[in-house]
């Protein structure tokens, strides 16, 4: 459920989003930390969301859907990794 939940999306408009930023911040830290380490920060990021949900909402009706938490951790990683660069997107 943990791996799962993070290809499963409420709409179309959530899915479009997720997969913005998931493109423009992947192709940013492929070049930077290479493919299996991008991967393991998506999987990792999105472990961190489930559990956090989890534990804010143990009993509640609200399904865990989406990539939200992956796509915010490949943010916050790359915010970290080039702390005081310039970033280019374009």
Do not use: D, K
Not at 11 to 16: C, E, G, N, P, Q
Not at 28 to 44: Q, R
Not at 71 to 79: K, P
């Amino acid at each position: 459920r943990w791996i799962t939940y993070q290809f499963s999306h409420s709409s179309w408009l959530h899915l479009i989003s997720n997969l913005m930023y998931i493109l423009v911040f992947c192709f940013a830290l492929e070049t930077l930390i290479g493919g299996m380490s991008l991967l393991m920060v998506y999987l990792l990021g999105g472990f961190a969301g489930a559990f956090l949900f989890t534990l804010s909402n143990p009993f509640g009706a609200v399904p865990m859907v989406g990539a939200s938490a992956s796509a915010s951790a490949l943010i916050g990683f790359y915010v970290t990794v080039t702390w005081g660069q310039n970033a280019r997107f374009f």
